[in-house]
């Protein structure tokens, strides 16, 4: 599945525009990356499969200082698929009776051990 993923950094010139593209180009999964230019906008589109958004953003942070996810899509199947789960959760949950389990803890052992004291000593010659 295709994912668009829109970033915003802080550049100021030709130079850190060119170390944001290979940057983020460089990341596992991204295609293509393209930058929008607005009057305060300084966004960055990245598209790709699988990408991490994470590794991506602090791996453009530690090149420009800068930047913040904008946005990031969202998997609708994942959602569809966790409600479906939940409903079968409840519905095995209605038709299994309760069922108690009991968790015996580790037994404590106590050591004893045998003291030893030396005889008195009976010579008071020293």
């Known amino acids: 599945m295709k ?4 970033i915003k950094l802080s550049v100021h010139d030709e130079r850190a525009r060119a170390k944001a593209m290979k940057t983020a180009v ?4 991204v295609n293509s990356a393209s930058y929008r230019y607005q ?11 699988g990408i991490d958004v994470v590794l991506l953003t602090t791996s453009l942070r530690k090149s420009l ?13 994942k959602k569809e698929e966790k409600k ?4 079968e ?3 095995e949950k209605k ?15 106590v050591m004893a051990y045998p003291s ?11």
Request: aromatic share 6%.
């Open 26 to 29: 460089g990341v596992d999964g």
């Open 116 to 126: 030893y004291e030396e005889p008195p000593n009976i010579c008071n010659i020293l």
């Open 89 to 91: 959760e409840k519905e």
């Open 84 to 87: 479906e789960e939940e409903k």
């Open 95 to 109: 038709s299994e009776p309760a069922q108690l389990q009991y968790v015996m803890g580790c037994p404590q052992y």
């Open 3 to 6: 994912q668009k993923v829109v």
């Open 65 to 77: 200082k800068y930047a913040e996810v904008v946005s990031v899509p969202v998997e609708e199947k």
């Open 39 to 49: 009057q305060d906008k300084n966004q960055t589109e990245v598209m790709g499969e």
